[in-house]
Nanobody, 124 residues
Framework: QVRMVESGGGSVQAGGSLRLSCAPS????????MGWFRQAPYKEREFVAG????????HYADAVKGRFTISGRSANNTAWLQMNSLRPEDTGVYYC?????????????????WGQGTQVTVSS
């Protein structure tokens, strides 16, 4: 069974930085890219950032543009999320997943092999 494994979460003060990592566990697989999502308490899971393997292009939610940077390695479906200038509203559980559709997917239905998530807490 394949799933992603996230790491790098923690607690920081507003304005701080964190770097999240994501790597697959289990058999090898082929997908079109990777994505990061987050979920705050009592809220829906939301798209944060994505990367496509065919050209390395990236796309972001408006709330994180200019502060977060996604990168990855297609050869082994790994991804990273560099988060700078963190705000309290960035608090939540961060998940990575693999994109099974082409283009710039933003919906959870367009991703699979979800991980268990890593907690990010930003205090003011």
């Amino acid at each position: 069974q394949v799933r992603m494994v996230e790491s790098g979460g923690g607690s920081v003060q507003a304005g701080g930085s964190l770097r999240l990592s994501c790597a697959p566990s289990g058999r090898t697989f082929s997908r079109y890219g990777m994505g990061w999502f987050r979920q705050a308490p009592y809220k829906e899971r939301e798209f944060v950032a994505g990367i496509t393997w065919n050209d390395g292009s990236t796309h972001y939610a408006d709330a994180v543009k200019g502060r977060f940077t996604i990168s990855g390695r297609s050869a082994n479906n790994t991804a990273w999320l560099q988060m700078n200038s963190l705000r309290p509203e960035d608090t939540g559980v961060y998940y990575c997943a693999a994109a099974w559709t082409t283009g710039w997917p933003r919906r959870t239905q367009e991703y699979d092999y979800w991980g268990q998530g890593t907690q990010v807490t930003v205090s003011s």
